[in-house]
Nanobody, 128 residues
């Protein structure tokens, strides 16, 4: 059974940092592309960042570029999102998502319909 379990969320002041983790199980993590996605109640999900299976190719939404860093440890089946200089507009439920192998290498890595599994998410709240 595919499982994705996020952790590391919480409440932080503007300008602060958080480190989110996503522990994967039930599949061979090292051969799957992954992304972080966030969602605010009442709005649709928003793609945040992508990483390829080797970890040497990453992409970011413009709104988080330069502040967030995605990485992965394939030996530990873990995906990480380091978030620095957090802003109130970063407040959301963050979850990791596995990209379907049917779309491997496709350039539209930010299209959420290409992702076949997601975790339950971890809440990030940025407030003073």
């Amino acid at each position: 059974e595919v499982q994705l379990v996020e952790s590391g969320g919480g409440m932080v002041q503007p300008g602060g940092s958080l480190r989110l983790s996503c522990r994967a199980s039930g599949f061979i993590f090292s051969i799957y592309e992954m992304s972080w996605v966030r969602q605010v109640p009442g709005k649709g999900p928003e793609w945040v960042s992508y990483i390829n299976f080797g970890g040497d190719t990453t992409y970011y939404a413009d709104i988080v570029k330069g502040r967030f860093t995605i990485s992965r440890d394939n030996a530990k089946n873990t995906l990480v999102l380091q978030m620095n200089n957090l802003k109130p507009e970063d407040t959301a439920l963050y979850y990791c998502a596995r990209r379907s192998p049917a779309y491997r290498g496709d350039r539209y890595y930010d299209r959420l319909e290409q992702y076949d599994y997601r975790g339950q998410g971890t809440q990030v709240t940025v407030s003073s």
